[in-house]
């Protein structure tokens, strides 16, 4: 099976998925005796990459796969869709997100060392609800407190591929600036997804 052959099938699976797909998850939607090989379908990758030059949509890799997102240039606009506000979370919850980013696994407490205040036990939830977090084990110590580490959906959701690619802290300069830093160029807006980005929540 030739590359514009699979381009219109790949297409049409990022479109419809809802999410970001693999290449083998990619592969499965062929039967054993056509399935494309996983340079196949890298090729056709790269070529629905080259097809979105000058549009309004770009086909990118994040941790989970591959998925079509609106692009930054024109994202404002393409917001006006959506009736609900983009949730703006507080100061708090995004340090507490930070300190787990680049410094798992780490604890609640040495969170709390850290930022010389307690971590609410909302944040935490959250976190977790958003499945940014999770806890990946537990430390040695009396009382065994959960060590947190975050997740692929974290990586998805800031358009990563891997941890290496956050900005360094030094970059970062303030944590005031790890929101834009790492904001997902089209929140809520993967072309898959088509969701309205959540109402505005406020947490300290």
């Known amino acids: ?25 990619l592969g499965e939607l062929f039967d054993d005796a056509e399935r494309p090989t996983q340079t196949d379908l890298a090729n056709t990758i790269e070529a629905l990459k080259s097809d979105c030059a000058g549009r309004g949509v770009e086909l990118v890799e994040v941790a989970s796969g591959f998925r079509y997102q609106v692009r930054t240039e024109v994202h404002a606009r393409i917001s006006r869709l959506w009736t609900e506000r983009q ?37 935490i939830r959250t976190l977790e609800e958003r499945e940014w977090i999770r806890a990946v084990g537990h430390r040695d110590v009396p009382g065994r407190p959960a060590l947190y580490g975050t997740t692929r959906a974290f990586l998805d959701y800031f358009g990563l591929r891997s ?10 300069r303030d944590l005031d600036a790890l929101e834009p830093e790492l904001a997902f160029p089209a929140d809520g807006a993967a072309v898959a997804a088509a969701a309205a980005p959540d109402a505005t929540e406020t947490l300290s």
């Open 87 to 123: 949730t703006r979370y507080s100061r708090a919850l995004m340090e507490t997100l930070a300190l787990i980013a680049y410094r798992q696994p780490i604890t609640r407490g040495e969170i709390e060392a850290v930022r010389g205040v307690a971590v609410g036990t909302q944040i």
């Open 163 to 172: 941890l290496d690619e956050l900005p360094t802290l030094a970059q970062l």
């Open 1 to 25: 099976m030739n590359i514009e052959t699979l381009k219109p099938i790949v297409e049409a699976a990022l479109l419809a998925s809802g999410q970001a797909l693999s290449l083998a998850q």
